[in-house]
């Protein structure tokens, strides 16, 4: 049908993202750390644990689409609403700055 010679477009990785941590992306390291605070209810329950939280973190070092994967109740939304906050160095792939999906695990412990 004399089509010419297809030309793909050289993607960059930031278009390709987001990666998954591991495979030669290694994690992104943490710039600012909100600590949760425990609410209250929580607290007089005696309710402890661990929420893992799914997070994608932008090539501008953000957190981004945060969800539950693992629930704690009543320590939910205060482990959400600190790593909503958090901020890290984006992860690179060759020398480009990358998104990345990774597990964040907080941790209420009571003393």
Known sequence: ??????????QTP??????RVGDGI????????V????????????VG?????EATI???GKVHN????QSVAFLDQAALDAVRQ????PSRLDGVPVAVTMVIVVTFALL
């Open 66 to 69: 945060a969800r539950l994967l």
């Open 86 to 89: 958090w901020e890290f160095e």
């Open 49 to 53: 644990g661990n929420v893992l939280i």
């Open 58 to 60: 932008g090539v501008d």
């Open 26 to 33: 290694e994690r992104p390291r943490k710039i600012k750390h």
């Open 1 to 10: 049908t004399g089509s010419g010679p297809v030309v793909e477009a050289a």
């Open 14 to 19: 930031a278009a390709t993202g987001p990666f």
């Open 35 to 46: 600590k949760p605070v425990y609410p209250p209810p929580a607290m007089a329950a005696r």
